[in-house]
């Protein structure tokens, strides 16, 4: 099995900055896409930025230009900073690693347990 540990969340003031990060252990052979999700009380879960084997990223156009994924496939980890906080942004993150165990295995999507971010006004 794979897990997935998230870190660096926590309140910070409008216009501050947090790094998230996220990292994958277990039967890992190779990881494949992987980004950041984030669902705030009574509001649908959002794709925040998602970042692919070729190394392309997508972004929320709430986000763009604020926040900045990347990954390190060596050390099995991605990383979410997060720049110029908004209230708005308050929410729990939820990081994702599609992994494979072995050359030509199927991926599998794993997810982490979540962590808060809050932006205080």
């Known amino acids: 099995q794979v897990q997935l540990v998230e870190s660096g969340g926590g309140l910070v003031q409008a216009g501050g900055s947090l790094r998230l990060s996220c990292a994958a252990s277990?039967?890992?052979?190779?990881?494949?896409?992987a980004g950041w999700y984030r669902q705030a009380p009574g509001k649908q879960r959002e794709l925040v930025a998602d970042?692919?084997?070729?190394?392309?990223?997508n972004y929320a156009e709430s986000v763009k230009g604020r926040f900045t994924i990347s990954r390190d496939t060596a050390k099995n980890t991605i990383d979410l900073q997060m720049n110029t906080l908004k209230p708005e942004d308050t929410a729990v993150y939820y990081c994702?690693?599609?992994?494979?165990?072995?050359?030509?295995?199927?991926?599998?999507?794993?997810w982490g347990q979540g962590t808060q971010v809050t932006v205080s006004s």
């Open positions: 994702y690693i599609k992994t494979r165990s072995a050359p030509a295995s199927s991926l599998y999507t794993s």
């Open positions: 970042i692919i084997p070729g190394g392309s990223t």
């Open positions: 277990g039967s890992i052979f190779s990881i494949g896409a």
